[in-house]
Each structure stands twice: as C-alpha cells, then as structure tokens.
C-alpha cells in the first residue's frame, strides 16, 4: 500500500551553497508569490525505497501527484480533502481532511508563517533554512520541515514524519510557476467515479 505520510538527504541530493539563513518573512512572501507551480518530484521512503513522479500544485488547497510506474499511484488534494489512489487496491481510495495533513500549511490561501502557532521550529544548516511545523493541537498529525534555500528563495523539499515516527522526504526538481493549471486535475469525486468505472 502506498505510505502518503505527509532529515533532509543532503548527502543523496546535493543543495547549492546558501550565504544567508531565512526569515519566516521571506520564505512566507516566496509561498504567496506564486499560485500554481508544476514539475518533477522525487519521493524517499521510510524503507528506503525511492519514487518518481510529476507534481501539480494550486493554492488555495490543491494538490496532485502523479507516481510514475511501476507505482502509477496518484495522490490528490482538493475539496477540503486529501485521497491517495493506490492502483493495488479493491476499496477505493483512502481519504483525509486536508487540515490533518502537514501538506495544508503550503496549500493555505494566505500564508504567515511569522504569526502561525503551526510554526514549532526553524534551523540553518550553512547551506538551507529548515522550517518545523504542526499543528499544536493535534500533534499525532505528525509534522513537516520545509527545506529552502536563497538567492533566490526556493523550496527544494520536504520531509513529512507521521505520527509513528517514520518519515518521507519529497525532493523537488525544476519547477514551474503561474501556469495554467486546471481546477478539474484535483477532482477527488470525478478520479474516484473514474476510478470505479475502471
């Protein structure tokens, strides 16, 4: 079954030299300057295995994965919710509020992570400004540490711990902003009709 569990592998995925740690500031003005972006992604796993795919984002609250085969799994926020479509199962797709996942902090309308209580930590490593966040009330959602980097600010990837302290890191590759991108690719009613009738 696909695991959509929403420490940076900087020794797999070489990051470009930063000179200067972030502000909450900044990295919250690049996350509201753009609302679609589109590219490559690649996933590591808690077991070590690696994926691959394409990856569709649109604020507020959409998103889309794409796995590419032999996985040809498809994640998708939309509506409120998150659904994970695993082509290995009979039962349809698993579904989460969108606001249980760690994913709802990139995907907000607004973002401030300055005045957000989601916001638990944030640390520079010389080369990326890693941001911690959660939601404190509900801390068995598990967290998210966002990686950037600057000059310019860019989100290189993410790393997603669920509640039963495994982890999931999604490296970014190039990617594309302000581009059309159609509300129907987050249709979680529509791919689950499709998907029934498959």
Do not use: C, H
């Not at 902090?105 to 640390?123: A, F």
């Not at 801390?139 to 990837?157: H, K, W």
């Not at 669920?162 to 249709?187: I, K």
């Amino acid at each position: 079954m696909l695991r959509f569990t929403l420490a940076p592998l900087a020794a797999v995925f070489a990051l470009p030299v930063s000179a200067a740690e972030l502000s909450l500031g900044q990295i919250s003005g690049y996350l509201n300057s753009f609302a679609t972006a589109q590219g490559d992604f690649t996933q590591i796993n808690d077991d070590g295995s690696i994926s691959t795919g394409k990856i569709w984002l649109k604020r507020p609250g959409r998103a889309r994965f794409e796995y590419a085969p032999p996985n040809a799994a498809l994640v998708l926020a939309g509506q409120g919710a998150v659904a994970i479509f695993d082509p290995k199962s009979n039962t349809g797709p698993e579904t989460y509020p969108l606001k249980q996942t760690p994913l709802s902090i990139v995907l907000r309308k607004n973002v401030d992570l300055e005045g957000s209580e989601m916001v638990v930590g944030k640390s520079f490593d010389g080369t990326s400004t890693t941001v911690t966040a959660m939601d404190p009330e509900n801390p068995e959602y598990g967290n998210i540490q966002l990686v950037f980097t600057d000059a310019p600010v860019q989100l290189r990837q993410w790393v997603i711990n669920d509640q039963s302290g495994g982890a999931t890191t999604v490296v970014l590759g190039r990617m594309s902003f302000d581009t059309r991108v159609s509300n129907s690719m987050f249709d979680i009613r529509a791919e689950t009709e499709t998907e029934g009738g498959r």
